[in-house]
């Protein structure tokens, strides 16, 4: 149903796009303030336990949903849904860099950039079947299958295992590594307490993380907002809506390929990312460019996510991995929130979603 949750709600649901819109935001909104919490709990608790914790929010989610009326129904899904994600974000990333480092496998930005593509991919194949459900058997089938599927990747995050832990000289090791050369143990260093200059220090890490983090979460905020301005246009019909998202899911999958054998240096990040602005811009210029931009703006995506991601797994001590994937997120959601709120309440949404 990820092609088609929003034409459920402004169609079959008949809740408006702006409130949807708003919803949607609400659920951004909410995953930005768990995110650090939950990053803490996974690096605290375990990365499989925040796994099987976010599987259980996602089911919950789906049931509101497919079963939730009015806004209140959409709202409950959204927040549901944003708990789950919340809880995944960063312990996925963080699992599969402590399990790459646990069997002597040193590539982690190619496991992670094929991992994301196979991801993608699979997920485009949900996308069509998910069309072609609905249009054969209705929208209860549909979200019942979504249901299905959601418990199954619970049974999935229940069968990982957790990496076995770092002895303390190899974690004290990466931890002083990560104070000469990254942006980032200052969660830790906060629970120590901070004379001034060490404050100063913590302060410019933190900038230098944002730096990193920026790039990619300024082209994905175009992007979820242009897919959002087409995706609900009043008459588009089913079909059309999957073709689109599975147009865009398969060009973030391209992207993520890609990134597999590219640098993860922070020019070539800035490089990607001032290409994606200059995308984005013709298309609010050139109408008839608006859908071809979304699907580029999408292969950006795919690229840049596990370029910052391999990026940001080589500052991070141990203890902090999940917590710093997270504020990456969090940013995300920030720039995301602010342009599905501008994308809900544009004027000239059918015509220009149409072209």
Known sequence: MHGLYVLWWVQQKHVSVAAVAAVLAAGDLFITVLELPTGWLADRWGHRASLITGSLFQIAGMLFAWLGNGIPGVLASSLLIAAGDAFRSGADQALLYRSCIAVGDADFQRREAQARGFQLVALVAFVLAGGAIVNAWGFATGWFIETLISAIGLAIAWAM???????????????????SSGPVDMWREGAR?????????????LGSLVALIAPAAVVNA????????????????????TILIATVTLAEAAGSFVASRVSARARTQLLLA???????????????????????????????FPLRAAAIQRVASDGVRARAA????????????????????????SRRARV
């Open 326 to 349: 997270s504020f990456a997120s969090a940013i995300d959601k920030v720039l995301v929130t602010v342009a599905l709120l501008a994308a809900g309440l544009m004027p000239g949404r």
């Open 274 to 304: 001032v290409l994606g602005i200059a995308v984005a811009s013709a298309a609010l210029v050139v109408p008839y460019a608006f859908q071809p931009a979304i699907v580029a703006l999408s292969f950006l995506i795919g690229l840049m």
């Open 193 to 205: 307490g901070f004379s001034r200059a060490c404050r100063s220090e913590t302060i410019r890490r």
């Open 222 to 241: 175009a992007a979820s907002a242009g897919t959002f301005f087409v995706q609900s246009a009043a008459d588009r019909g089913p079909a059309e809506a």
């Open 161 to 179: 295992v957790e990496p076995p832990a770092h002895d303390e000289a190899i974690e004290f090791r990466s931890a002083e590594a990560s104070r």
